[in-house]
């Protein structure tokens, strides 16, 4: 549960990146930000891997650019489902895509692949 509040914030800090950098892209309020990057979480969880499975021809004929199309679809989906929540057009939908998954992968080296803030710990006496 940890791990999803900690990619849940990552993802709101890109969110509102994205609102803060984009032209179209915007929030009523901090609590719908906050309901957007919960259900973008559940989203991707659950949707995005049964689209890009679908999708997955078109995928690799470009290279997996499509990937970027997929996301943005993922993000228009949750501002269709959110009140609150409007993206004008592709291009915003797009770019905000992008900065969501700048953050994130941003945030995942700081947090690890496991969802975890990992420390190192010596043992022993200091060098």
């Known amino acids: 549960m940890t791990s999803f509040i900690l990619r849940a914030a990552v993802v709101a800090l890109g969110l509102w990146l994205a609102s803060q950098w984009?032209?179209?892209?915007?929030?009523?309020?901090?609590?719908?930000?906050?309901?957007?990057?919960?259900?973008?979480?559940?989203?991707?969880?659950?949707?995005r891997p049964l689209v890009l499975l679908l999708t997955l021809p078109l995928t690799l004929v470009t290279l997996g650019l499509?990937?970027?199309v997929v996301n943005a679809g993922m993000?228009?989906?949750v501002?269709?489902?959110?009140?609150?929540?409007t993206l004008h057009g592709f291009r915003?939908?797009?770019?905000?895509?992008?900065?969501?998954?700048?953050?994130?992968?941003?945030g995942s080296?700081?947090?690890?692949p496991r969802g975890r803030v990992a420390f190192v710990v010596?043992?022993?006496?200091?060098p």
């Not at 032209?23 to 949707?47: E, R, S, W």
């Open 22 to 47: 984009i032209d179209g892209f915007h929030f009523a309020d901090q609590m719908t930000l906050i309901y957007a990057a919960l259900l973008l979480g559940v989203v991707n969880a659950l949707v």
């Open 66 to 68: 499509f990937v970027f």
């Open 75 to 77: 993000l228009a989906l």
């Open 79 to 85: 501002a269709w489902l959110l009140p609150g929540f």
């Open 92 to 106: 915003a939908a797009l770019l905000g895509a992008i900065v969501v998954g700048l953050a994130g992968w941003v």
């Open 109 to 112: 080296w700081f947090i690890g």
């Open 122 to 126: 010596q043992r022993g006496p200091p």
